[in-house]
Every structure is written in structure tokens, then in C-alpha cells.
């Protein structure tokens, strides 16, 4: 099968691209960048939100080193740059920052691949997460680039999904705080079209996906088999070590992420914020 590489390029030699003062370093051939030269604690103004943004739209994921000094009001500020702050359905907040969630242990939601609350409506656009304490070694988190995972599917497999919406479910965790099941359940596409970039992307995940819209469970389960699992294909993935002040932001419109759940116990802490979206066609 002939598959036209639709990547975007990297700089030259893998050498790091200065705009404005920043830099943008590519880190794998699929997804994935390291920015430097940036201090948000210290202010931002709406033309380096308008360079991050393209750094994002070009890479998937993007992390900015460096932003221990940042408060839970900075995080906050930052994002609502990017659009409306979404306060997760079941999940709780940290006291006094509404949208603002502790990450604080692996689980069996954050290690499968997925894509951030996309059992709701509208799911969040950009994610935003700021390392807080990392452990000595182990906790990294995996991407995976979903306009790969669709481009490189067969034609007739394309021309198949292109036809299909699936049914996302919220999990357990939703029952638990008592949020009604119609409000953590919906049907989205199972290939959707980026707002902004125009492509096409993968757009079904293992955490919340039961089956396609209109088929039963056992009809769905072979085929997302495949498609759960063709989504982390090792060629399509960057692997992230984090450091305390990174900040990662990543379009969960064309990713999926996984974490590694070999920190052996030891304290991992986040903050996480998303940014609304749109629904998904």
C-alpha cells in the first residue's frame, strides 16, 4: 500500500526553529516538540499565544520546559487564552481553581490510549498539563498522531469508518458522583475533521468506546480491536519524560496519550486543564 507521507517537515537536520525568540525543536517523526525561550509566569500576550498555537497545530504536542514558577491562577489565565476552561463532569476540581485537576496516580483509565472526556458533547479541544512533582524515574506519558492512524488505513477501510459514528460511554467514576448517564453518553464519529488543520483523524478510543453507533457490542468489538490497537502503533507515537515545570499541551482532536505506570510508588503530581471544543463532525 502506497501511503503519502502527510507529516509536517521537520527543520533541517532536527535543528531547532527560532521564531520570535522561541524555540521550536521537533522531537519524533510523528508528533511531538520541545519549546524554549518562554517565561508565562512573567506574562504573555496574545501574539506568543498565536506562535504557540501554530507550534501546536503543526506538532500535536508541544512541551514548554520550564514553568515551575507558575501558580494555579497563571495555569489558569494561560489557558483561558486558548478558550473557555472546561470543568470536568465528574471529576473534581482543586479547591478555589475550578477546571484546574490533580493528576496524582496512574490508573487503568490513564495507562489504555485515549483521548481526554470524549464521552461528552462537546470534548475538550487542547489539554494543558503542568508537572508539579515528577518521580525519579518512570510516569512517562505516550502520544500517538491520529491523522496517521487514519492516512495510513486502507482505502476501503477509510471509505468504511468515514460512513460510521461511535458510541462513547463515561466511565464508572461518573455513576459513582451520581451524573446522569445521558449526559456522559454520545455518539461522535469515528473519523472527525479537525476544525482548524482540516484533516481527517482517527476518533475512537479504548476508555470510552463500546460500539459503533447503531451495531451491537459483539458486531463492534473485532473491528475496534483493531482499530484500539492500531491507534499506538510505535511509528506513530513520541514518548515524553517529564521534568518538574513542564508544560504539555496537546490537541486531543488528532492524539490519543497513554501514561507508563512504572514509578514503583513514587508521588507523581499534575495539574490539568482542557479547553472546550467543539462538537465533533
Known amino acids: 500500500m502506497t501511503v503519502h507521507d502527510t507529516r509536517p517537515q521537520a527543520a533541517t537536520d ?30 504573555f500576550d496574545d ?21 515551575e514558577a507558575m501558580t494555579p491562577d497563571d495555569q489558569l489565565a494561560f489557558a ?13 476540581s482543586i479547591e478555589g481553581h475550578p477546571g484546574v485537576m490533580r493528576i496524582y496516580d496512574t490508573n487503568a483509565v490513564t495507562q489504555t490510549w485515549h483521548s481526554d472526556t470524549t464521552h461528552v458533547s462537546a ?15 518512570g ?28 458510541v ?13 448517564a445521558e449526559r456522559v453518553t454520545n455518539s461522535h464519529p ?19 468506546v463500546r460500539h459503533f453507533d447503531g451495531w451491537t457490542e459483539a458486531e463492534s468489538a473485532p473491528l475496534l480491536k483493531f482499530l484500539f490497537e492500531y491507534a499506538g502503533h510505535p511509528e506513530f507515537t513520541w514518548r515524553h519524560k517529564w521534568k518538574v515545570g513542564d508544560l504539555l499541551l496537546w490537541d486531543n482532536r488528532c492524539t490519543q496519550h497513554a501514561v507508563i505506570a512504572d514509578t514503583d510508588g513514587a508521588e507523581r503530581l499534575l495539574h490539568r486543564i482542557t479547553i472546550e471544543g467543539d462538537v465533533p463532525e
Request: charged share 15%; net charge neutral; glycine share 10%.
Open 80 to 92: 483561558r487564552a486558548w478558550g473557555t476552561v472546561l470543568v470536568h463532569p465528574y471529576v473534581p
Open 47 to 67: 501574539a506568543l499565544v498565536a506562535v504557540l498555537r501554530g507550534a501546536l497545530l503543526e506538532h500535536l504536542v508541544v512541551c514548554i520546559r520550564g514553568q
Open 168 to 180: 462513547h460511554y463515561g466511565t464508572e467514576l461518573a455513576k459513582e458522583a451520581g451524573v446522569d
Open 123 to 137: 470534548p475538550p479541544s487542547i489539554t494543558m498539563l503542568l508537572a508539579r512533582t515528577i518521580p525519579p524515574y
Open 190 to 208: 469515528v473519523v472527525r475533521h479537525h476544525p482548524e488543520t482540516g484533516r481527517r483523524a482517527l476518533y475512537v478510543n479504548d476508555n470510552y
Open 139 to 166: 510516569g512517562d506519558t505516550m502520544f500517538a498522531n491520529q491523522y496517521l492512524a487514519y492516512e495510513t488505513l486502507s482505502p476501503g477501510l477509510r471509505a468504511t469508518l468515514d460512513s460510521l459514528r461511535a
Open 14 to 43: 532536527g535543528i531547532a526553529e527560532v521564531t520570535h525568540g522561541i524555540a521550536v525543536e521537533r522531537q519524533a517523526g510523528s508528533l511531538g516538540a520541545y519549546i524554549s525561550g518562554v517565561d508565562l509566569a512573567g506574562g
